[in-house]
């Protein structure tokens, strides 16, 4: 069974500009975390979506936003890219579907965006 | 809100030896999940060990162990007979039980 599947591994933005990030989760997990890991920062808790809605969302501006397709995928949007939008952003599954909350996530590799 | 403290920016250990790595966290609330993650250089976040927090007895998992205090919020780890595929940061998290707010709440990380 595949794992958390995100694209593109890398991608290189100029300031101002739109950034788009995307994530497959494992086949019939409905749920989709979106966490950006800035360096030398643990993990920020973005958006989290289920069932095709927006569940919770992090502190974060509203020029991060995102979205959750019929089929489970999701895309993450970051427009107006700022300097400080560099990290690595990484969409997670919960390691069990349904009640899977409570055993853990699993992580996708990232993709990592680096805005000039 | 939840916090997650790792207070050891970095640690080493030699193979074969013991190392623990610190995480205390602050929270209101009494039930919950606390997890330890590793994260290679290869990006891929891995879970190492989680415990629930009504069960008194620490987690093990093979190398893996953890000391959970639930009165001092504190929740260590343990590893064991170190192997050089162990070097990695390691982030401590927190998982409320309340429904809505799924979310993981990470340290800053300790690298090994």
């Known amino acids: 069974e595949a794992g958390v599947t995100q694209s593109p591994t890398h991608l290189i933005k100029t300031r101002g500009q739109q950034a788009t990030l995307r994530c497959s989760p494992i086949s019939g997990h409905t749920s989709v975390y979106w966490y950006q890991q800035a360096l030398g920062l643990g993990l920020q808790f973005l958006l989290w979506?289920?069932?095709?809605?927006?569940?919770n969302r992090g502190n974060f501006p509203p020029r991060f936003s995102g979205r959750q397709f019929p089929n489970y995928s999701s895309e993450l949007n970051v427009n107006a890219l700022e300097l400080e939008d560099s990290a690595l952003y990484l969409c997670a599954n919960s390691l069990v579907p349904d009640r899977g909350h409570d055993y853990g996530y699993t992580f996708g590799s990232g993709t990592r965006l680096t805005v000039v | 809100a939840q916090t997650v403290t790792q207070s050891q920016p970095e640690m080493s250990v030699q193979e074969a030896e013991t190392v623990t790595l610190s995480c205390t966290y602050d929270?209101?609330?009494?039930?919950?999940?606390l997890f330890w993650y590793k994260q290679p250089p290869s990006r891929q976040m891995i879970l190492v060990i989680r415990?629930?927090?009504?069960?008194?007895q620490n987690a093990t998992e093979n190398r893996f162990s953890v000391n959970f205090q639930k009165a001092a919020k504190s929740f260590s780890l343990k590893i064991s007979d170190s192997q050089l595929g162990d070097a990695a940061m390691y982030f401590c998290a927190y998982r409320s039980t309340n429904f809505g707010n799924e979310k993981l709440t990470f340290g800053t990380g300790t690298r090994l």
């Open positions: 929270t209101s609330e009494s039930d919950y999940y």
């Open positions: 415990q629930e927090a009504y069960k008194q």
């Open positions: 979506y289920d069932e095709g809605e927006e569940r």
